[in-house]
C-alpha cells in the first residue's frame, strides 16, 4: 500500500516528530505530535496506536530517524517515512 492510498483512506496512524514550534505554523489535519526526541520515551504508547504508521517532519530527515529508532526499539509494525510536511500535502491532494 503506498502512503497516498493510506492517507485517502484514512487509515492507520500519521505522526509528526516536529517540535511544537513548527507544528503551530501547520500540521496534517489529524497527526499526532510525538517530537523526534521523545520517541525512545514514548514507544509503549505508539505500539498501541493503529497502524500502518505514517511519520513525516519538515523536510524527511527527522522523521527517517524516528523510523529507525522506532524498527531499532524492536517495533513490529508497519512503517513509513511520509517525508516532509509539504510533501504530506501534496500526498493528499
Given at each position: 500500500?503506498?502512503?497516498?492510498?493510506?492517507?485517502?483512506?484514512?487509515?492507520?496512524?500519521?505522526?509528526?516528530?516536529?517540535?511544537?514550534?513548527?507544528?503551530?505554523?501547520?500540521?496534517?489535519?489529524?497527526?499526532?505530535?510525538?517530537?523526534?526526541?521523545?520517541i525512545?520515551n514514548?514507544?509503549?504508547?505508539?505500539?498501541?496506536l493503529?497502524?500502518?504508521?505514517?511519520i513525516?517532519?519538515?523536510?524527511?530527515?527527522?522523521?527517517?530517524?524516528?523510523?529507525?529508532?522506532?524498527?531499532?526499539?524492536?517495533?513490529?509494525?508497519?512503517?513509513?517515512?511520509?517525508?516532509?510536511?509539504?510533501?504530506?500535502?501534496?500526498?493528499?491532494?
Amino acid at each position: 500500500m503506498s502512503i497516498k492510498e493510506i492517507l485517502s483512506k484514512h487509515q492507520g496512524t500519521i505522526i509528526d516528530v516536529r517540535n511544537p514550534g513548527e507544528v503551530a505554523m501547520g500540521a496534517i489535519p489529524g497527526a499526532l505530535n510525538i517530537p523526534v526526541q521523545e520517541i525512545p520515551n514514548r514507544i509503549g504508547e505508539i505500539s498501541k496506536l493503529e497502524e500502518p504508521l505514517v511519520i513525516y517532519c519538515q523536510s524527511g530527515g527527522r522523521s527517517g530517524m524516528a523510523l529507525m529508532m522506532l524498527q531499532s526499539a524492536g517495533l513490529k509494525k508497519e512503517m513509513y517515512n511520509g517525508g516532509g510536511y509539504f510533501d504530506m500535502l501534496q500526498l493528499m491532494n
